[in-house]
């Protein structure tokens, strides 16, 4: 029978563990430490190290069971089924993106290691670090504005939202929403609900200035910055399972962890001073010759 002993960012009993690694300095980009107990979004993975003991002896003659492997997988259920994710903490609940094998953390990498010892380590399960591409409620909102005669400019005019549920534009902008103070899910949207692959920032640039590309193109030809909500999503929950093969019946362990990251919003800010510093005045229609 295979055991897991706690170790380094590594605890719990039985079947269930979590990986708990320690702070690894300042948070991916910026000189913040981590905020709360748990790693952050943009953290890099510190250490989380697994070890596993064979404690039985099988075999003619009876021979002390050695430990084969040790690998980690993502999601809550062998064979990459189950959740990948949930939300632990916060105001919305779960997408299917969530479940897998859909789920996908594109920059985190699962370890494995393969040997013959009574003791067997892994020195480090995953590598990497978590994106924002779970925090799936953000959103962002932009105006285009001429300064003209209210005939002239009024079909010109628009406004343009993007968010999980869509991608809308408003043109031209009938006269009582413009006196409403307006909020990025209240325009109406053209296109159905948008994969989460495309509405989170893929380089840590992108994280710091204009955030996901999505939102890069909505942005063109916009005057101005109506809204850009955070994601409420404080803690989501990542799952794993961890395989141990033996040379004594039955061969193969399952063990189960998870990892809690928190949503800490420094790169969420710098991206909001950055969009608010290119808004700029409305330009004369028609356009000076």
């Known amino acids: 029978m295979a055991i897991l002993v706690p170790g380094p960012g590594f605890i719990g009993n039985g079947l269930y563990w979590i990986f708990f690694p320690p702070p690894n300095g300042s948070i991916m980009g910026t000189a913040f430490p981590r905020m709360g107990t748990n790693l952050n979004i943009w953290e890099i993975i510190g250490q989380i190290s697994i070890t596993a003991v064979g404690t039985v002896e099988c075999g003619t003659p009876p021979t002390g069971e050695l430990i084969t492997s040790i690998t980690v997988s993502p999601c809550s259920s062998p064979s990459r089924s189950g959740k990948g994710v949930t939300v632990l903490l916060g105001g919305v609940g779960d997408i299917p993106e969530m479940l897998c094998p859909i789920f996908n953390a594109p920059f985190v990498t699962y370890n494995t290691i393969a040997g013959a010892a009574k003791t067997l380590i892994l020195p480090q399960a995953i590598n990497g ?18 300064m003209g ?10 406004i343009r939202a993007v968010s999980r549920g869509g991608y809308g534009v408003m043109k031209p902008i009938p006269k009582p929403i413009r006196m409403k103070r307006l909020r990025v899910k209240d325009i109406p949207r053209q296109t159905g609900m948008l994969p989460v692959d495309t509405l989170f920032p893929k380089t840590l640039p992108e994280a710091m200035t ?6 890069e193109k909505a942005s063109a030809g916009s005057n101005y910055l109506i809204g850009y909500p955070p994601s ?17 019946p039955p061969y193969v362990y399952i063990f189960f962890a998870h990892l809690d990251v ?10 909001v001073a950055y969009r608010v510093a290119r808004n700029r005045n409305p330009p004369p229609y028609p ?3």
Do not use: Q
């Open 149 to 158: 005669s209210e005939a002239e400019v009024m079909p010109l005019d628009n």
């Open 210 to 215: 204009v955030g996901p590309s999505y939102y």
């Open 232 to 248: 409420l999503i404080r803690i989501l929950r990542f799952f794993f399972t961890i395989k141990v093969t033996t040379t004594c």
């Open 287 to 289: 356009p000076p010759i």
């Open 129 to 146: 670090y978590y994106t924002e591409k779970y925090l799936w409620d953000a959103g962002i909102a932009f105006s285009e504005m001429h």
């Open 262 to 271: 928190e949503n800490n919003w420094d790169h969420h800010k710098r991206r």
